[in-house]
């Protein structure tokens, strides 16, 4: 089955989803792959240019079904400290290093890695250990941290 176009979460129709794929952090970055849904279908997303596909977004098949993106879990560690400064120099170091980070509320979420913990825990943050979805920042980079979109005729669409 092939993908024609990817639809924003929360911006499809539900009703229409037929399966899911469970895909991690690496492997929501792409411009051509084939993954493997929950029933074991093969579907193949092969773009001009790569898409992000992120949590809950709607992989929209030839047939018109959609398959549902699903994070999936991985080893991250949930950076927070007690005060505000500590926390944006915490960010401030993690950037400087150009590591992927998600911000969820007071906190700060980035792949498992202990010699950064102790950098973190160096700084005055406290660091858990934790399984959970990872959907970092898309960057300053990034075309605005848009979704594209694909369709039969390939037009480049922004939301």
Known sequence: MRVVQVQP???WDRGRETDQ???DYDRRFRR???LETEAGVAVL???PQAVR???GDGLVLETG???RVRARPEALLEIHAHDEGDLVRIAWHLGNRHLPVQLVDDRIRIRADHVIAEMVEGLGGHVDAIEAPFDPEAGAYAVGGHHHH???DDDHHHS
Do not use: K
Request: proline letters at 0%; charged letters at 25%.
């Open 150 to 152: 694909h369709g039969d």
């Open 21 to 23: 794929v469970l895909i």
């Open 45 to 47: 997303i092969d773009f």
């Open 32 to 34: 051509r792959i084939v």
């Open 65 to 67: 079904a959609v398959v």
């Open 9 to 11: 979460a929360g911006h």
């Open 53 to 55: 596909l992120r949590d």
